[in-house]
């Protein structure tokens, strides 16, 4: 025999309350929900931190990592106002010093005849190894010297 229901329970049940012992199929969906939205707001999050340094990546090396060091400092410290500051500098393009600099010690250097060392942004010059073969007769001779005998 059951028991007779309370006379101010209601006698219709709403379908996301489960009987005992039953699967809790709402509390599953929102679980998922829960995490795709977690997952979903963090990850909008870290876009949205890393614009400043997205940005000062077309820029001077020393520029984006300025920007970078302040993103850091924005994500460790909680501090909003690294990102802003990145922010700003990232929207700003500085101008270019160092190349009219560098090459005015190069033209003062070539006066005064110093050797100009080696610039660490160009590409280094070719090696001896990859240097054309010089092309004289003895080096034409050994090869058509070389070729089997009865080929004409």
């Known amino acids: 025999m059951s028991e007779p229901l309370h006379p101010a329970a209601p006698h219709h049940l709403p379908g996301f309350i489960t009987a005992p012992g039953d699967t809790d199929v709402l509390m599953i969906v929102v679980g998922i929900i829960l995490i795709a939205a977690v997952l979903g707001v963090g990850n909008f999050y870290l876009h949205l931190h890393t614009l400043p340094e997205r ?7 020393l520029q984006f990592e ?10 460790f410290t909680h501090n909003h106002l690294f990102w802003v500051i990145g922010l700003f500098l990232a929207m700003i393009d500085l101008p270019d010093f160092s190349t009219p600099l560098r090459r005015i010690a190069g033209s003062v250097e070539k006066m ?4 100009p060392e080696p610039d660490p942004t160009e590409p280094p010059p070719e090696t001896a190894g990859h240097a054309a073969v010089p092309n004289n ?3 034409k001779g050994e090869a058509q ?3 089997a005998p009865g080929h004409a």
């Open 66 to 75: 300025i920007v970078a060091v302040l993103g850091l400092l924005a994500l």
């Open 55 to 61: 940005m000062a990546h077309k820029s001077q090396k």
């Open 137 to 139: 007769g003895a080096a």
């Open 145 to 147: 010297g070389s070729e």
């Open 112 to 115: 005064a005849g110093v050797p």
